[in-house]
């Protein structure tokens, strides 16, 4: 009678672990919702400059140079912008829930943005990815 009540308590913890994943899984499936940015719509071609035909190289008379001499040698202010600032999502994050996010991360639909945030890699006039990107 000892092997039977030993072969019982062999049997609750891995039962109990099944049953905390299964209520894992519905919960995640059901109930589970993650904010996801859209993709920033590009800037319109009346918003952006139109190219001038001018190298980057030669700037116009009233510009002073980055690294000019008055700008080394402390004569100057540079004023150098942050090349490392991500892009910042649009402030209405859409809800989606935890089966469409695994659908769009095994796809190549989502994006992890410096910040934390996730933003969706096509617009919304855009198709979705068919095939997972590897």
């Not at 308590?9 to 940015?37: D, K, S």
């Not at 202010?77 to 892009?87: F, R």
């Amino acid at each position: 009678m000892a092997e039977r009540g030993a072969t019982r308590r062999r049997m609750i913890l891995p039962a109990v672990l099944i049953l905390a994943g299964a209520v894992g899984l519905v919960y995640g499936f059901a109930f589970h919702e993650v904010a996801v940015h859209p993709k920033p719509e590009p800037p319109k071609a009346e918003d952006a400059a139109p190219p001038t035909g001018v190298p980057p190289e030669v700037l116009p008379p009233d510009e002073e140079p980055i690294f000019s001499p008055d700008v080394l040698f402390g004569g100057g202010s540079a004023e150098v912008p942050d090349l490392t600032a991500a892009p910042e999502p649009p402030a209405e994050p859409n809800i989606f829930r935890e089966s469409r996010v695994v659908k769009e991360v095994t796809i190549g639909g989502l994006e992890r943005l410096p910040s934390g945030s996730i933003m969706l890699t096509y617009g919304p006039n855009e198709a979705p990815p068919k095939t997972c990107p590897t």
